[in-house]
């Protein structure tokens, strides 16, 4: 059944319509915002009959097999219930929407938010694997979070969204953690497999840990206390927002979990003990806060926070009539509370106002609204004829059936008939408050009755009230079996959907209710004034408080590693580095290996003394700048010198020409800096950089040692066989850099050209001031281009350049390549700007180096291309040889091209470097202005 | 000669991260040359050392690996193209902020006897 999986993606494509329609006008864009969402709950219905049968659909797309991920969807009763109210509710509040927002709210971001929401809840009902059920959970945070702080302009929207975040998010990762454990527990992440394996699970030491994790997760996102204290918070929602999240579908997430997983992991003591008694709790706290808050939307939510805990003590109950009196509760709670909710919206819209202090009389200006809201407000009280009481009726019969709490048992049904009485009292509250008991006070605006448009959804959600009241099995019987089939993972038991059960306890408890609720609302002023005497806390200065305090522990604890030292920081991560590095090497245990050590020559052992009393010179000279570089040079040289004799002729020149222009860069750039640096680290620091270096080095050599002692295991092999017959030369380096892995070889000058054109933009605007003496206070002298060099230079200029030549030539069969010729160029070219100075070049030489670093690469990368023409891989190369008279024999090769590019992009690199900082030497500079 | 030509590389990383672990710019950049001789010399090795056997065909009897010089051989060119950028980079600092230190400001010294400004502008 392929459609299952377009039934949650289908809004997916749906969150982007919004924002296109936006710009048409508000009525067009609700219409072809609701298209989608339409489409799919047809679709959803089209599947109803056969699931009314019994029948389960699933669906699977795989995504990476070979780790075990898949896309995972099933369509059962309880999944069916549960979209049929997100995509039914959802409609409806799309059509609120469209008259609630006022025209400065961008509708299209709006319905976008609204249908990614729909987009995750429908994700996380469909789920039948797990991880993409968690994925989807996440996702309805994140999604409610944008939804929440939709007018993000007013503070209590952002700090309720980032408070509703946070707690949902919190159990969102208890949840992950809990089906991680869970899975791994079944040894599968498949649903079905999980709600098969019950027994295993519950068997499993793991369960009390899986039970708490999850349950975590739900009671957070169900605002089950001690955690119900977001809800209210979150009120400072756009209304629509709030009828849909926060009666029908976002709270209602948790409670799906529970459901979802009762099979697997209810039935225990400790599921009951837990979710009974968290739900009994939530049940009474929630009725007894909502009968004293003045804000018309604060009461609904904490009436939304107590019947959440009605539904989660049935869940914790343990038999199955408990389970489908939740599944029952469920379904009503969602309409008469949406239905509430918009009625409050409407009456917050047409009056301006939601405190009931204020509004009072409103029966006179919208006489209609009121009555719609008078049934939805019975409903919540459980009055007889609305779908509120049926499932009441069977939560009180339930509670009279529970053995659980032993000879303490009547305590259950004794609450929950308070409760239930607290629940009239709010309710009473709602009605006689806001729409009769005097006249309106200091309201903003004069109530009126809304548009057409926007009684439509609430009018239809009470007439299901009214409607699933009277005929209750005929309207959702069907629905509510299915869902309870799939709830229990199986048949459920018998039930009666009836109105009248005769007189019987529940009825009583029922009346007992409604009067007592009278009674307290009708003496709610002594009540009042009971609870005035506490001093008043609000959740969200608590809240606050604790983020706030955690802000600075974390800021205390950064301030500690972090103070802003990169000197440190440099020595923690060398110090991590070097334990981990030094650790492993302990599990070796010979440093020397089987490999017979080449034995050691005079000239060796002189170059390597000169080496690293070269190297230690610089280290003890550092701070004297000009004697330190004159020290590097010198190890440079002898690293070149070591390349040559250890069979690496290649190397040897790269490494000389670069030493050149290395040290000609850095005494350009310390004409610049300092020439000398103060001695500003303590004993106790150099000490400690001492030691760390030494581990290191000492950590390095080790290493080294270990791995040349040791046989060689190499892929070389395959280069050098192939070097002659498959590149068309002999020297095995080049045609590596140049074919074999031409690739790196095009990325790397690409990044030496990248380099040299963010030097160039550095030096460009670089503010410095040339110091007209060095530092001992000596003018410069006055001799800037000496004879000498001007004439010797200049007759070098094309040897050198011959040189170079020869080198790009030979490149492919001997030592040589476009790398080294083109520092051999560098260095003629540089030698030329220091004999005659830049106005004496600029005349002569017209190069453009930023050109030369492009046409580099491009021709280097065109050599590549070029192989496609004649149907081979990116950078295959062609070579064949020809035979002319006079020179004879030779080669051409298309490697030749590539390495030509290379050689271009190395001299436009290394002249473009050096040219513009010799360049900021000159009268030549660019200018710039003053600098003080 | 093994031996020795370890000892060379952890003596030049020793000294190249010593150098890299001081506060000023100029320090850090010869002390990052330092250690890429180190780096470079030790990738190297990792083909074993080898006299008289360049990898060029028909010039020697064995060839040494010629898979390291490859990857050395471009280590070399864009360890230059670094410590351009680097020192450029140290330069623009000292321009833009007066001073020559690591961290852009030169810290509080408990011993403010040997503390020097940098920045002489």
Redesign the interface.
Known sequence: MNSLIWLPFLPLLGTLIPLITARFSRTACAFMTAALPALTLFLVLSHAGEIFQGERFQAVVPWIPAIGLELAFRLDGLALLFAILILGIGLLVILYARYYLSAKDSIGKFYAYLILFMFAMLGVVLSDNLIQLWFFWELTSISSFLLISFWGHKTEARKGARMALTVTGAGGLALLAGLLILGNTVGSFSLQDVLDSGELIKASANYPVIVVLVLLGAFTKSAQFPFHFWLPNAMAAPTPVSAYLHSATMVKAGIFLMARFYPALADTNLWFLIVSLTGLITFLVGAYIALFQHDLKGLLANSTISHLGLITLLLGMGTDLAAVAAIFHIINHAIFKASLFMAAGIIDHESGSRDMRQLNGLWKYMPYTATLAMVASASMAGVPLMNGFLSKEMFFTETLHQASLGSLSWFIPVLATLGGVFAVAYSTRFIHDVFFNGEPINLPKTPHEPPRYMRVPVEILVALCLVVGIFPSLVVGDLLLAAANATLNGPAPAYSLAIWHGFNFPLLMSVIALIGGLFMYYNRSHLFKFQAQFPTSDPKLVFEGIVQSLVVKAQRVITLTENGSLQRYVFFTLGFAVVMTASSLMKLNTTAGQRPEIPVDALSITCAVLLCISALATVIWHRRRVVALLTLSVVGLIVSLAFAQFSAPDLALTQLSVEVVTVILLILALFFLPQKTPKESSPRRVVRDLSLASLIGGVIGTISYALMTRPLDTISTFFTENSKTGGGGTNVVNVILVDFRGFDTLGEITVLGIAALGIYKLIAKMRLFMPSTDDNGLPWSEDRHPILLTVISQSLLPLALLVSAYIFLRGHNMPGGGFIAGLITSVAIIQQYIAHGVEWIKTRIKLDYQIMIGSGIGIATLSGLGSWVFGHTFLSSWFDYFYLPVIGKFELASAMIFDLGVFLTVVGATMLILANLGQLTTSERPIQKEHD | ???????????????G???????????V??GL??LS??V???L?????????????????EQ?????P??L???A??????????V??????A???LGN?H??GT??E???NT???S?G??
């Open positions: 000669m093994e031996g020795m030509y370890a000892f060379c590389v952890g003596l030049l990383t020793a000294c991260i010593f150098l890299a672990l001081r506060g000023r710019t100029f320090s950049v010869i040359t330092l001789y180190a470079n010399l030790f190297f090795a990792s083909g074993r050392l080898k006299l008289n056997a360049a990898a060029v065909l028909e010039q020697s060839y040494s690996d010629p898979l010089q490859a050395v051989l471009t070399i060119v864009i360890g230059f193209a670094m410590t351009a950028f020192v450029i980079l140290a330069m623009r000292r321009a833009d020559d690591v961290d030169i810290p010294q408990p011993n040997t503390q020097k940098g002489s502008q």
